[in-house]
């Protein structure tokens, strides 16, 4: 894969893992959502969430992220850049670790392992156009 094209598949990758971020810190504003009240509950939650910046930021990473994946798509065969989104699970296990002290256990660390080396095969097998 060529240089240029990885950083656009890189980019709409990060954009993506980005966003799960923003919106986990805005959902983590409000504590769990329960849902044992019914559907207005949830709806006088969704209200408050949906000023909240992180919230914002998350689905504006979205949106930013869908044009970068579209030019993405243009240059690199999709099945060499759809299994590249796994490079968001490493990125977002090693932030929510760090910035939400999430617990990542052995298991979970070898299974990112994993995820690596199959990105690198894949990165690896691809053509160039």
């Known amino acids: 894969m060529k240089a240029l094209d990885f950083a656009w598949v890189l980019t709409g990758v990060l954009l993506n893992a980005i966003a799960q971020l923003l919106l986990k810190a805005g959902a983590r504003s409000v504590g769990e959502i329960s849902m044992s009240d019914g559907t207005a509950a949830l709806w006088r939650t969704a209200g408050g969430l949906a000023l909240h910046p ?66 690198i095969l894949v990165a690896r097998s691809g053509s160039t156009h």
Not at 68 to 88: Q, T
């Open 54 to 119: 992180g919230i914002i930021g998350g689905l504006a990473c979205y949106a930013i992220s869908v044009v970068v994946w579209i030019v993405a798509l243009s240059r690199v065969e999709v099945s060499i850049a759809y299994p590249m989104l796994s490079i968001g699970y490493v990125v977002n296990a090693a932030l929510a670790w760090w910035l939400f002290n999430e617990q990542v256990s052995l298991q979970r660390w070898l299974g990112i392992g994993v995820i690596i080396i199959g990105v």
